[in-house]
C-alpha cells in the first residue's frame, strides 16, 4: 500500500522560506511520480509543482521561479523548496503520487494523497 506523509509546514513572514517533506512508503520515488498541490481556505485545490522519473518538471506559473522540487531516492522522499513566499502562499500543502513516469497538473490523476501541511504566510 502507497502512503504519502508531508511534513515541514508552519508560520513565517513574507519574504523568508520553507521546506516542506513528502516521504512515500509502499512505492519507490524513483518508480512514480510525485505532485504538490494546495487549497487555501475557501477555493479550490491548485496545482504547484510536480516530477517524476521521466525527467520533466512543472510548476504553476504562481510559484515558478520562487518554488523548487527535487527528490531524495535514498530518502524515498520529496521536497517542495519554497523561497520568497507571500501571504497568498498560504494554504494546505499536498504531496500526490501517481504510478506513472511524469507528473500532471490534474488532481484527479494521482492515486494516493497525504494528510496535508499547513503553511501560513504573514505579511
Known amino acids: 500500500q502507497v502512503q504519502a506523509v508531508e511534513s515541514g509546514g508552519g508560520l513565517v513572514q513574507a519574504g523568508n522560506s520553507l521546506r516542506l517533506s513528502c516521504v512515500v512508503s509502499?512505492?519507490?520515488?524513483?518508480?512514480?511520480?510525485t505532485g504538490w498541490f494546495r487549497q487555501a481556505a475557501g477555493k479550490e485545490r491548485e496545482f504547484v509543482a510536480s516530477?517524476?522519473?521521466?525527467?520533466?518538471?512543472y510548476y504553476a506559473d504562481s510559484v515558478k521561479g520562487r518554488f523548487s522540487i527535487s527528490t531524495d531516492n535514498p530518502k524515498n522522499t520529496v521536497y517542495l523548496q519554497m523561497n520568497s513566499l507571500k501571504p497568498d502562499d498560504t494554504a494546505v500543502y499536498y504531496c500526490?503520487?501517481?504510478?506513472?513516469?511524469?507528473?500532471?497538473?490534474?488532481?484527479?490523476?494521482?492515486?494516493?494523497w497525504g494528510q496535508g501541511t499547513q503553511v501560513t504566510v504573514s505579511s
Open positions: 500526490a503520487v501517481r504510478p506513472s513516469q511524469y507528473g500532471t497538473r490534474r488532481p484527479s490523476e494521482y492515486d494516493v
Open positions: 509502499g512505492r519507490t520515488v524513483s518508480s512514480v511520480a
Open positions: 516530477n517524476g522519473w521521466g525527467g520533466a518538471t
